[in-house]
């Protein structure tokens, strides 16, 4: 039998029947083919392409045209997964007008089925505006990113009594704007759990315990790609980083003592003229 499309309608049933929603993070087609291909759900064409793929610092620099190149691809590679592409930091704060556009283009132009944006209170009408063009919208709460600076670093957040209220109140707000799915990233588990059972919508967590209606993570952590250590809450299922490098340096050893390429799989004179000009 062939796997379901994911959609935000069956998303919700999903956390009807307490069944964990499996999400991941894809920049490119192939990655993308083979998250789905094993059944993952949700594919966020996430902004973290800045830091992961890109060579950013951070993902404030990621531009909407960036955002659409990765999106464009991962929608060639997947065909089952709900595909959702954030939108970068200052394509939707600034006015509401531009954020319709931008989201516009991330769904027309780059196949996305819905986008995720980061905040609360102050990005509720932008929501209810993309709603009102039938752009689906996922919302993101607790370390937030692009908020970096102001947050002072990646840290943990709801830790006080008064950020973690403000974090439910938010999250009601989202879920009253109309958000189909919450991410919780780097808030403490109980919080999360909390916000799981306060609101209608699945909570997709990150850093944020068992109590989440899913999981998402950076794919390259998962798959131990990154240069840099991942974060603590993440499980590497594998550490491909070295098999890679050692595939590599064995490469590069082989061509220099001129043991690759094998005499056997060169092209040359062995080989009709015609196929060897090509
Ligand atoms: O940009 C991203 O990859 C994200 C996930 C970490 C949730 O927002």
Do not use: W
């Amino acid at each position: 039998m062939t796997p379901m499309k994911t959609t935000t309608t069956r998303l919700a049933e999903m956390k009807r029947r307490g069944e964990p929603i499996v999400a991941l993070t894809a920049y490119d087609a192939p990655t993308a083919a083979l998250l789905d291909g094993a059944g993952v759900d949700v594919l966020l064409v996430g902004d973290s392409v800045g830091n992961v793929k890109l060579g950013y610092g951070n993902t404030l620099p990621v531009t909407v045209e960036e955002m659409l190149h990765h999106v464009r691809a991962v929608r060639r590679g997947n065909s089952r997964a709900l595909l959702v592409a954030d939108m970068p930091y200052l394509s939707y704060e600034l006015d509401p007008a531009d954020a319709l556009r931008n989201a516009g283009r991330l769904i027309k132009d780059g196949g996305a089925e819905a986008v995720k944006l980061e905040g609360g209170l102050a990005v509720a009408p932008v929501i209810k505006e993309l709603l009102r063009v039938n752009i689906p919208v996922m919302g993101h709460l607790g370390l937030t990113p692009q908020a970096v600076n102001r947050l002072g670093g990646y840290k943990v957040q709801g830790r006080d009594p008064r950020d973690a209220e403000r974090l439910v109140t938010d999250a009601r707000i989202l879920e009253g704007a109309g958000i189909f799915a919450l991410v919780l990233e780097c808030v403490p588990a109980d919080l999360a759990a909390a916000v799981t059972s306060k609101v209608s919508v699945p909570t997709i967590g990150i850093g944020a315990g068992p109590g989440c209606d899913g999981q998402i993570l950076v794919v390259d952590d998962l798959l131990g790609l990154g240069a840099s250590p991942a974060p603590s809450f993440v499980r590497r299922y594998a550490d491909l980083r070295p098999v890679m490098e050692d595939a590599v340096r064995r490469y590069a050893a082989d061509v220099r003592s001129r043991a690759f390429p094998g005499k056997a799989h060169s092209y040359g004179a062995a080989r009709p003229k015609a196929r060897a000009a090509r």
